[in-house]
Each structure stands twice: as structure tokens, then as C-alpha cells.
């Protein structure tokens, strides 16, 4: 799959939600691996701020990232904004804004999702790039009794469950099998609070910009009718009967369990944070920011210390290419022949697999006390695997063979011996151009990369 943009600019103009200043975003194209970007317009310079994990720093009613050179340059209450992107597959997209938070529109994301889709999506050339889940993950907050576990599966979807001591809102469920339903399930779903914590939240400098419009506000516990009116009045809102507990928003629900449809559409606001599209299956019980982004943080720790993620291998899988088809195509034979299969292969990139045996020849003088396999050996069999790739951009490939011209940046992470199973993905760094292809290697050992090269290639027909 390939990267998204936007096909042209949007704006969307309102409140913010806390400071309840006039706000206008502007959504704009990007180029590719650019991912999600603010630009505060109304500050000195225009700095920008990444919208990853690590540039969290608040999760109070909202999730706020900051500037990583300058932390008082922030933008907050991004959620809504970016799980209506993520459901829509933009990858990369510039936000150009006037003030430290995104306008809270209704208090969902239905705005967005329809601007979205009015704009248009333009696809890009270069390879969308997912964090594949290959184990379970679970963060817990020991605290609230919150936790988010995430388990492997083929695509992207979610479970929340919410649950609060009240008589109005107490145990929710909410789904998302597929994301393609998030407009239509989810996106509409509004913001909530509980009219006890209107006091404590403006008290804090909050919700300047709320109202009966763009919450649900729920009256749950009973108060008298002059501490309900002084709440009313500070929210600037009109009052309501102290005695009629329940939904006091001017709108009515939409669905029955929107609240935890809405933590839903938070949940997956936060993930955004991760800088890929997921593809794992979600369940969260009682989620919040402070947890959803922890777990964005946990996996953007491992994604920078290891950008790029091992291919899956699956033995059960028939191969793309056998042993015979390769040895069709290239015209190494034994003891030179360092590719057994190739099991996964697009225009841009193609992935092989070598079985390494005790029974290697190199190992007799490599090391006979201590076998492991050369270097030089794995950078060869990339180059094999790389040939596979750029002989398929060919008709008739078997007259071509594919030639060494250049390598760079090799760098050798961990030894490789008799029992390990390597798995290359090799792929292209610029379009094949007048016979010479410039190629980037990984070889894997598990999850983990053993070796990874830059190098160039020349195809030649053969005499």
C-alpha cells in the first residue's frame, strides 16, 4: 500500500474547547514520511511540533504535544483532528493553526471526516509503512484500573469498555471491526463530562470553550438546586431542575452507548501518535489520554530503536519463488547460492528468506571452534535477494544478470550461526534508472536486525 496526503487544503474554524478562543486549522498536503505536523502560525517563527508520543506532555481532559527544542510551544485537544486522519489513511498532512489548541467543533470528529472527504485523498509513491503487531502488549495503569491490551490480527480494529459510579452512566460497550465504519459508527460521537467536575475543571483554567452543544453533560448525583444553578451559571449555560438527573445536553444522543463510542474515537486519536497505521486488534477497558498514549509511547520506543520491523514469516506459506524459479533467474550455484525462497514481493520490494545450516561450507574455516556466518556473505545474499527485485522489473529477466556496484553504510548488529533463519527485505531507494538500481537491505534474525547495507546495482542482458 502507499503512502496518503490530502488531494487539497481544508480549514475548519470554532472554539477551543478550553481556552474558548476563536481558533482556525488549516489542513494541508504534505510531502511523503512527513506524517502528522503542527505549525503554530500565530507565534514568532512558526515552530512546528510532531504529533509522536515522545512529544506528549499533558493528558488532563485532552491530549497536548509540544515543540521537542521548546516546550512552551504546544497544541492540545489534537485527538478528535487526528483519529478522524488515521481512519481515513492520510499519512502525511501539515496543520497550520492560530492559537495553542484545535477549534472542539461539535465535541467529535464528524467535521473533520466530512472535510476529509470533500478535500480528497492523493496517494503517494512511496510504501505505507505499518507497526504490525506479532505478540500481545498490555499497559496497565495499576491506579485507575485502566488497561489497553493489543493482540495480533490482519487489520486495524477496537474493543472499549468504559465504566463509572453513576447511576447514568455506568458499564459501556463500544466496537470497531473496521475502520472503513468509523465515520458511520464513531466519528459522531461527542465529548462528555459529569456536571461534578465542571467546578474542579474551570477552577483549573478548563473547558472555557464548552457548552450544552459540543458535550454530553451528565447529572448524576443529586445536588441542591442553588449549587446546580451556580454551576450552570459559571459553565454559561441556562439551569436546569435539580430533581431530573440524566443528559442535560441541548442535542440528544445518538446512540445509546455514545460515550464509550466517543473513548473509542479518543482511543484511536491517540494512537495516531504512534506515526504508522496499527495492525492488531485493541481492547481497552476504562482508556483515557494518559493511558492511550502510554502505550504509544511504549511502541514508539521500540520503533526508534528499531525503525524497521521484521517482516512476517509464515514456514505453512507457499513461496512466490522456489528454489528452482530462482535458480532460473540467478546464476549462482552451489556454494554461492544464499537465497532459498522468496515469500513476499511488490514492485518496490521483495522479501527472501536463507536457512542457515551447520552444514555451510564456510563454517569449516569461519570459525571451526565458533561458527558464524561472514558478513561479506549476508551482504552477498541481499544482493541476490535484490537481484530477484530488479530482474522482475524486466521482461524476459532470465537473459539479464544483475551485478555489484557500489556498497555503503553496512552495518553488522549481531552474529549469525548454524540454526538461524534469515529473512531479507530489500527494497528500492530510487526508481530504477537506465539499468542501475539503488537498493536498502535488512537481514533479520527473529524481530531482530542482524546486518542492513545501502548498495547499488547494474543489470546487464546477457551474451
Known amino acids: 500500500m502507499k503512502q496518503n496526503t490530502l488531494k487539497a487544503p481544508f480549514s475548519v474554524a470554532g472554539k477551543g474547547l478550553h481556552t474558548g478562543i476563536d481558533v482556525e486549522a488549516t489542513f494541508n498536503p504534505a510531502p511523503e514520511n512527513t506524517g502528522y505536523v503542527f505549525k503554530r502560525i500565530d507565534l514568532e517563527g512558526a515552530p512546528t511540533i510532531e504529533a509522536l508520543a515522545e512529544n506528549v506532555v499533558a493528558t488532563n481532559r485532552g491530549t497536548v504535544v509540544a515543540n521537542r527544542s521548546n516546550k512552551e510551544v504546544k497544541v492540545s485537544t489534537i485527538e478528535h483532528a487526528l483519529a478522524a486522519l488515521y481512519a481515513a489513511g492520510i499519512d502525511n498532512c501539515l496543520i497550520e493553526l492560530n492559537a495553542p489548541e484545535l477549534p472542539i467543533l ?12 470533500e478535500a480528497g485523498i492523493a496517494e503517494q509513491a512511496a510504501e505505507k509503512e505499518f507497526y504490525v503487531v506479532k505478540h500481545r502488549i498490555k499497559v496497565v495503569d495499576e491506579t485507575t484500573g485502566s488497561s489497553l491490551i493489543v493482540l495480533p490480527d490482519d487489520d486495524f480494529s477496537i474493543d472499549t469498555m468504559i465504566e463509572f459510579d453513576s447511576p447514568v452512566l455506568s458499564n459501556q460497550f463500544a466496537s470497531l471491526n473496521s475502520i472503513k465504519d468509523f465515520k458511520k459508527e464513531i466519528a459522531g460521537s461527542r465529548t462528555f463530562v459529569f456536571v461534578r467536575e465542571i467546578l474542579p475543571l474551570v477552577e483549573n483554567n478548563l473547558i472555557k470553550g464548552g457548552d450544552l452543544d459540543n458535550a454530553i453533560v451528565i447529572y448524576d448525583k443529586p445536588m441542591s438546586q442553588d449549587e446546580l444553578n451556580k454551576i450552570a451559571d459559571v459553565a454559561g449555560v441556562e439551569r436546569r431542575q435539580a430533581d431530573k438527573l440524566g443528559y442535560l445536553n441541548n442535542k440528544p444522543l445518538d446512540y445509546p452507548n455514545e460515550p464509550a463510542r466517543h473513548k473509542l474515537l479518543d482511543v484511536m486519536g491517540d494512537l495516531a501518535l504512534i506515526g504508522r497505521p496499527l495492525k492488531g486488534r485493541i481492547v481497552a477497558t476504562r482508556p483515557g489520554h494518559t493511558i492511550n498514549t502510554k502505550l504509544s509511547n511504549q511502541i514508539r520506543k521500540e520503533l526508534r530503536y528499531q525503525n524497521v520491523q521484521a517482516p512476517v514469516y509464515n514456514p ?13 533467474l540467478l546464476p549462482h550455484r ?11 514481493m511488490s514492485d518496490s520490494y521483495i522479501v527472501g528468506v536463507k536457512n542457515v545450516t551447520s552444514n555451510e561450507p564456510f563454517f569449516q574455516g569461519h570459525f571451526p571452534e565458533e561458527p558464524v556466518m561472514p558478513g561479506v556473505l549476508q551482504i552477498e545474499a541481499m544482493a541476490q535477494v535484490g537481484g530477484l527485485l530488479v530482474l522482475s522489473s524486466v521482461d524476459e529477466p532470465e537473459r539479464y544478470s544483475t551485478y555489484f556496484m557500489k556498497i555503503d553504510n553496512v552495518k553488522f548488529r549481531q552474529k549469525v550461526v548454524p540454526g538461524d533463519t534469515l529473512i531479507f527485505h530489500i527494497s528500492f531507494m530510487t526508481p530504477l534508472r537506465r539499468g542501475c538500481a539503488v537498493m536498502k537491505g535488512y537481514a533479520f534474525v ?18
Do not use: H, W
Request: hydrophobic share 40%; with cysteine.
Open 446 to 463: 527473529g524481530e531482530k536486525i542482524v546486518s542492513e547495507v545501502e548498495f547499488m546495482a547494474q543489470i546487464v542482458k546477457n551474451k
Open 106 to 117: 461539535d465535541g467529535s470528529a464528524i467535521e473533520y471526516c466530512n472535510k476529509i472527504e
Open 316 to 328: 505453512n506459506d507457499a513461496p512466490i519463488m522456489d528454489i528452482n524459479r530462482i535458480r532460473e
Open 334 to 344: 552451489y556454494p554461492m547460492q544464499l537465497v532459498d525462497k522468496v515469500i513476499e
